[in-house]
């Protein structure tokens, strides 16, 4: 075992806090994997481009007077419109169970599948907008300065150990000031 204040002790620290990191590098990287597979919503243009076969989650907002709750199934056009003020709308047809979040101009993600045939999506799913991403920001900075304040103290008590060593002000219990015991 290393003693405190040895040559190696910073050697061990650094080591100690990078395996530390590379753990932390993993689960962030399988968070954000997760995140794009199963979380992340695609726009109606990014929609209309792709043409996925699969279950898709698409962000847009419930177009106002397009919204017709009458039928048996609801429909609507959800609209996005990206940075060039580009217009994109795609038809909705929502057959999950009634939801209190499907009003006109409201932000959704409609979870379902893309008939590229017919160009109209079928939602199973309603799901307001969350601002996951603002509240991972939050504990990602509280978390990393966290881990930066730990490592900087725990740095600083080995470096202060050793000064105190190299300063001959400490003696071990037993030895006086001559050498005797």
């Known amino acids: 075992m290393i003693k405190l204040g ?21 689960i962030f990287a399988l968070a954000v994997f997760r ?25 847009g907002r419930v177009v ?13 056009h959800l609209s996005h ?14 057959i999950g169970k009634p939801d209190d979040n499907l009003r006109e101009s409201k ?6 599948f893309f008939d590229p045939e017919k160009m109209e999506f079928t939602a ?5 907008v969350s601002n996951v991403e603002f509240i991972v920001a939050a504990y990602l ?12 103290m725990e740095r600083n008590v080995i470096l202060l150990s050793v000064l ?7 003696q071990p219990e037993g030895v006086t000031t001559d050498g005797s015991a």
């Open 6 to 26: 040895e040559r190696q002790s910073l050697r061990q620290i650094y080591m100690q806090w990078t395996v530390v990191l590379i753990i932390v590098a993993v």
């Open 64 to 76: 106002s007077g397009t919204l017709n709750k009458k039928e048996s199934v609801p429909t609507f």
């Open 35 to 59: 995140y794009n597979r199963e979380i992340a919503a695609i726009s109606p243009e990014v929609l209309l481009q792709s043409r996925p076969d699969g279950m898709v989650r698409v962000l």
């Open 124 to 128: 199973q799913r309603l799901l307001p």
């Open 107 to 112: 932000v959704l993600i409609v979870s379902g």
């Open 164 to 170: 105190i060593k190299e300063e001959k002000g400490y």
């Open 81 to 94: 419109e990206s940075i060039l003020k580009e217009h994109t709308e795609i038809f909705v047809q929502y």
């Open 141 to 152: 900075i509280s978390i990393l300065s966290l881990m930066l304040f730990l490592f900087n």
